[in-house]
């Protein structure tokens, strides 16, 4: 009799615990999760940013070039998230272009063009624009940081044609890095500027 009482007792005990078990698993099926990518989205993203929509823009500036080597403005500001519109106009006689990136970037391809100077290339953080033309680059500041932008025409960035660009959003921003602006204007927070 007393063998019996026992085995039903631990019976019992056995199915609480599986039911215990059961449940908690459960519960732990939901963690998974399918993540699908838009295809014709993001196309190119780099260490600043990424290729912008053109529904997406915030905003347009307009960026003058001379044959001074000078851009104006040679400073602007923007958030990170910002999908910018550069209107890059040629105010000069010469071809100018307006190639955005990394300060590293930029020297490493302002080299590049020196020793070959006739390269032809084509990013979407790039845009180049002879005597009288407009062109456009349409980038998003995916990215917080300190960024430049230049003129890569063999000369033209070490006469100084050259800009920078604070994409804000907590970066760091390395002061040592733009001590060359000084005397440079142009805040762009009205967009349009019509020199
Ligand atoms: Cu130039």
């Known amino acids: 009799m007393k063998a019996t009482m026992k085995r039903i007792v ?9 039911t215990g078990s059961a449940s908690a698993h459960g519960k732990k099926e939901h963690g998974e999760k399918v993540t699908s990518v838009p295809a014709n989205l993001d196309m190119f993203e780099n260490e600043f940013g990424r290729t912008g929509r053109p529904e997406a823009v915030v905003r347009t500036i307009k960026v003058g070039m001379s ?4 851009y104006e403005p040679a400073i602007i500001h923007v958030k990170v998230g910002e999908t910018i519109r550069f209107v890059v106009q040629n105010r000069g006689e010469m071809l100018h272009e307006m190639v955005v990136g990394r300060t590293e970037d930029i020297v490493k391809h302002a080299i590049l063009m020196e020793k070959f100077p006739g390269m032809e290339h084509g990013e979407p953080y790039m ?3 002879d ?4 062109a456009e680059i349409i980038w998003a500041f995916s990215k917080p940081g300190t960024f430049e932008y230049g003129c ?14 604070y994409a804000d959003g907590g970066g760091v921003i390395t002061k040592g890095s733009v001590q060359w602006l000084h005397g440079s204007t142009g805040d762009n927070e009205k967009s349009d500027n019509r020199n």
Do not use: C, E, S, W
């Open 10 to 18: 631990f019976a019992g005990l056995a199915l609480a615990v599986l």
């Open 67 to 70: 044959d001074a080597f000078k």
């Open 127 to 129: 845009a180049h624009a």
């Open 131 to 134: 005597k009288g033309q407009t």
């Open 152 to 165: 890569l025409i063999p000369g033209h960035y070490d006469a100084g044609m050259k800009g920078v660009i």
